[in-house]
Nanobody
Framework: QVQLVESGGGFVRAGDSLRLSCGASGRTFGNYNMGWFRQAPGKEREFVAG????????LYADSVKGRFTISRGYAKNTIYLQLNNLKPEDAAVYYC?????????????????WGQGTQVTVSS
């Protein structure tokens, strides 16, 4: 059974940092592009960051460029999202996702597997 499990969310103050992790089991995701999405209350889920299967290329939403960094673990079955200088508008449930294709994309339909999400809360 394929499973993606996120961890690392929490309650922080504006300006703080968090590191989210996403571990994969049941399948080797080393050949999959991986992405992070987020969904705030009352809003649609949106793309945050993506990384190609080989880690050679990354993609970010404009709202997080320069503050968030996506990376892959050595075994490639784990990805990370470093969140720096957090803002209240970054508060959301963060989801990791895995998908095929030539490169990581920004659309939800480019990803086939999804985790359950981890909550990030940012106070002002």
């Amino acid at each position: 059974q394929v499973q993606l499990v996120e961890s690392g969310g929490g309650f922080v103050r504006a300006g703080d940092s968090l590191r989210l992790s996403c571990g994969a089991s049941g399948r080797t995701f080393g050949n999959y592009n991986m992405g992070w999405f987020r969904q705030a209350p009352g809003k649609e889920r949106e793309f945050v960051a993506g990384i190609n299967w080989n880690g050679g290329s990354t993609l970010y939403a404009d709202s997080v460029k320069g503050r968030f960094t996506i990376s892959r673990g050595y075994a490639k079955n784990t990805i990370y999202l470093q969140l720096n200088n957090l803002k209240p508008e970054d508060a959301a449930v963060y989801y990791c996702a895995a998908g095929g294709g030539l490169r990581a994309g920004t659309r939800e339909d480019e990803y086939s597997y999804w985790g359950q999400g981890t909550q990030v809360t940012v106070s002002s």
